[in-house]
């Protein structure tokens, strides 16, 4: 998206120190495996002016972590490319809240409020009636 997007500056964030160290060169990628996965990175650095790499502190990682694993848990429709999450954050626990409905809402093409938001940035299209959106 960001090569898509035509952005030139990217920092790019990512929790497992390995990778890092590994897409910045400071370690060698010896893997056969890995190999692929290194090439595509370094392909796409042509894209940007800068790119950065850094890892991203475990404290400040525990919405990565939730996210990671709610994502393990959702069954995806075969037509979706990607799910996305809005969490709001609680300002005392859960079990203190009388009547928590929802504390993550799941977003994507067909939900109510996002849909022309993604119709637009996806496939470039604006909704039909423009008169009665708020």
């Given at each position: 998206?960001?090569?898509?997007?035509?952005?030139?500056?990217?920092?790019?964030?990512?929790?497992?120190?390995?990778?890092?160290?590994?897409?910045?060169?400071?370690?060698?990628?010896?893997?056969?495996?890995?190999?692929?996965?290194k090439r595509m990175v370094d392909d796409f650095k042509a894209y940007f002016?800068?790119?950065?790499?850094?890892?991203?502190?475990r404290d400040n990682n525990r919405a990565a972590d939730a996210m990671a694993?709610?994502?393990?848990?959702?069954?995806?429709?075969?037509?979706?490319?990607?799910?996305?999450?809005?969490?709001?954050?609680?300002?005392?626990?859960?079990?203190?809240?009388?009547?928590?409905q929802m504390i993550c809402l799941i977003v994507g093409p067909n939900s109510?409020?996002?849909?022309?938001?993604?119709?637009?940035?996806?496939?470039?299209?604006?909704?039909?009636?423009?008169?009665?959106?708020?």
């Amino acid at each position: 998206m960001a090569v898509q997007w035509k952005i030139l500056d990217l920092r790019v964030l990512g929790d497992s120190q390995l990778v890092i160290k590994k897409v910045n060169d400071d370690y060698k990628t010896n893997d056969e495996k890995l190999m692929p996965y290194k090439r595509m990175v370094d392909d796409f650095k042509a894209y940007f002016t800068t790119i950065t790499f850094e890892k991203i502190p475990r404290d400040n990682n525990r919405a990565a972590d939730a996210m990671a694993t709610i994502a393990s848990l959702v069954i995806m429709p075969s037509n979706a490319e990607y799910c996305e999450f809005l969490v709001e954050p609680l300002l005392e626990p859960v079990y203190n809240v009388p009547q928590t409905q929802m504390i993550c809402l799941i977003v994507g093409p067909n939900s109510q409020w996002y849909g022309d938001i993604y119709a637009y940035l996806h496939d470039n299209t604006l909704p039909l009636d423009l008169s009665n959106k708020a």
